[in-house]
């Protein structure tokens, strides 16, 4: 079946402007992470959902970022008045309830802010 | 911040050569898993090793796991120019339900 996908692929902002990464997980998938990747570092945890319920958004750096999941299906993120720091690949993964050794990973966002 | 520390860095062999990496972390886990990440990828899931296990194979990979010293190795033997990608160990911290990774290990394999 399909995998997680993830639009756009690459996005590019100017400082200041909001912006909003999708994420599709994998039919079926009640759990689903966000994390955050920086150029040559690993995978940094985000936040996490349980169908609509965020339990987790320990990892969101900032309150500028943002995470929901209204149906419990699709998530979004959002970061607001992005900064250079922001720069990042944001990746989410999707899995079945507490099986975090059954993670799959989309193909990442890359933003670039200018 | 990140638990995993990754060593090398970097790595860079001849093909056919073996290459091995490193991964050290802090806390208890419940599991520890091997991702590959191909430039401008995503992750891709290599292996997973359980806390109660020591050893684990598959095809050409080797991963062990030292839990009195927090550490485990990936070896991918007869490497292969395709095997060039970075790698990531990744625990599960018991309790909490994300993954921490760590640096990565960048693999070059020189045909």
């Known amino acids: 079946g399909a995998g997680v996908s993830q639009s756009p692929r690459y996005k590019v902002a100017k400082r200041g402007q909001d912006v909003a990464l999708r994420c599709d997980p994998i039919?079926?998938?009640?759990?689903l992470f966000w994390y955050q990747q920086a150029l040559g570092q690993g995978p940094e945890f985000l936040t996490y959902f349980q169908n609509e319920a965020q339990l987790d958004k320990s990892g969101l750096p900032s309150d500028r970022f943002f995470a929901e999941r209204p149906e419990g299906s699709v998530s979004t993120l959002k970061i607001q008045r992005t900064q250079q720091e922001d720069s990042a690949v944001y990746l989410c993964?999707?899995?079945?309830?507490?099986?975090?050794?059954?993670?799959?990973f989309g193909p990442g966002t890359r933003l670039t802010v200018t | 911040s990140q638990q995993g520390e990754e060593d090398p860095q970097a790595l860079s062999i001849q093909e056919g050569e073996n290459a091995t990496m490193n991964c050290s972390y802090k806390?208890?886990?419940?599991?520890l898993q091997w991702y590959r990440q191909n430039s401008g990828r995503g992750l891709v899931h290599l292996i997973l090793?359980?806390?109660?296990?020591r050893e684990k194979h598959s095809g050409r990979l080797r991963v062990t796991l030292d839990t009195s010293k927090k550490s485990s190795s990936l070896l991918i033997t007869a490497s292969r120019a395709a095997d060039t990608a970075s790698y990531f160990c990744a625990t599960d911290q018991r309790g909490a339900q994300k993954l921490v990774f760590g640096q990565g290990t960048r693999l070059t394999i020189n045909p």
């Open positions: 993964a999707s899995s079945r309830p507490f099986r975090l050794d059954e993670q799959y």
């Open positions: 806390t208890s886990i419940n599991n």
């Open positions: 039919s079926g998938h009640v759990s």
């Open positions: 090793i359980r806390s109660n296990e």
